[in-house]
Nanobody, 122 residues
């Protein structure tokens, strides 16, 4: 029904920046929330940031002030601008989207991208 295609991951030195993009396509073209999760080896998947249809955003404390999430509802695309990257930001970053009337949650039936690797070297 929905495919989320991510791009923008890569290798960057500490202090650098990356911009992740995620474009949704398929039969569902309205999403309540879109956001980014990340999972590092041996760690739980954690919410990095989310943004609602109305533009309200929420950030994990660890990235607040460094990352900025935005979305283009007309294009069903969500972005994550990552600045001042740290080695601890290294993880696979997953784009996620929730159905209208639902929230992003690991327990909900969200739509997920395949993930894109972000590696920050020291």
């Amino acid at each position: 029904q929905v495919q989320l295609v991510e791009s923008g991951g890569g290798l960057v030195q500490a202090g650098g920046s990356l911009r992740l993009s995620c474009a949704a396509s398929g039969s569902i073209f309205n999403f309540e929330q879109m956001g980014w999760y990340r999972q590092a080896p041996g760690k739980q998947r954690e919410l990095v940031a989310l943004i609602t249809r109305g533009g309200r955003s929420v950030y994990a404390d660890s990235v607040k002030g460094r990352f900025t999430i935005s979305r283009d509802n007309a294009k069903n695309t969500v972005f994550l601008q990552m600045n001042s990257l740290k080695p601890e930001d290294t993880a696979v970053y997953y784009c996620a989207a929730s159905r209208v009337g639902t929230i992003l949650s690991p327990s909900n039936n969200n739509f997920w991208g395949q993930g894109t690797q972000v590696t920050v070297s020291s």
